[in-house]
């Protein structure tokens, strides 16, 4: 299958720090979505991006499509507590979505 | 609105023995997955239904199989459960076109012993 990267795969950080992260792939995707799963639950969606160059914004989190269409960035602004959790970037080529290996997010208070 | 149901949350199974995992949308949603999940390797596609009647093999079939008799059940059978089968197993559909991704399961806890 296709293989997204992720960096980092883990992270620490102090609340109120900004957070950034990246994944990247071998292949061209045409939609790029990022979810966050919280300790034993599903994956659930944050942000979608549909084209390259695209920047798109929730609330603390934002979300950029690269021009390349093989990578995708999100941020975090003043992290805060229940920011914890790992995060999924995924990408959709053809019919299908493709996961990265997640970034796991510690927030220490 | 429910979303998307698993059952059970959390299961152990003694090595060779069978069970099901079961998974039901209520969403009309065309597409359903499964995926499991393990440290360090992201979620990995075991097998997909694009419709009732339709379904056909992921990233990581081997040991797993499926059936999608209405567009509401999707269940997940484990034939003769092995050590390497103990995982987070999650169920997620979607609609055929949609551009938002896949709507998750709240997941099953599966150790093999």
């Not at chain 1, 997204?4 to 720090?17: A, H, K, V």
């Not at chain 2, 998307?4 to 209520?26: E, N, R, Y």
Request: aromatic share 12%; proline share 5%; net charge neutral.
């Amino acid at each position: 299958g296709q293989q997204l990267n992720q960096s980092p795969q883990s992270m620490f950080i102090q609340e109120g720090e900004d957070v950034s992260m990246n994944c990247t792939s071998s292949s061209i995707f045409n939609t790029w979505l990022w979810y966050k799963q919280d300790p034993g639950e599903g994956p659930v969606l944050l942000i979608a991006l549909y084209k390259a160059g695209e920047l798109t914004s929730n609330g603390r989190l934002t979300a950029q499509f690269g021009i390349t269409r093989k990578d995708s960035f999100l941020n975090i602004s003043a992290s805060i507590p229940s920011d914890v959790g790992i995060y999924f970037c995924a990408g959709r080529g053809g019919n299908q979505f493709y996961f990265g290996t997640g970034t796991s997010l510690t927030v220490i208070p | 609105n429910a979303g998307v149901t698993q059952t059970p949350k959390f299961q152990v199974l003694k090595t060779g023995q069978s069970m099901t995992l079961q998974c039901a949308q209520d969403m009309n949603h065309e597409y359903m997955s499964w995926y499991r999940q393990d440290p360090g390797m992201g979620l990995r596609l075991i097998h997909y239904s694009v419709g009732a009647g339709i379904t056909d093999q992921g990233e990581v079939p081997n040991g797993y199989n499926v059936s999608r008799s209405t567009t509401e059940d999707f269940p997940l059978r484990l034939l003769s459960a092995a050590p390497s089968q103990t995982s987070v197993y999650f169920c997620a559909s979607r609609l055929s076109q949609s551009g938002y991704g896949y709507t998750f399961g709240s997941g099953t806890r599966l150790t093999v012993v």
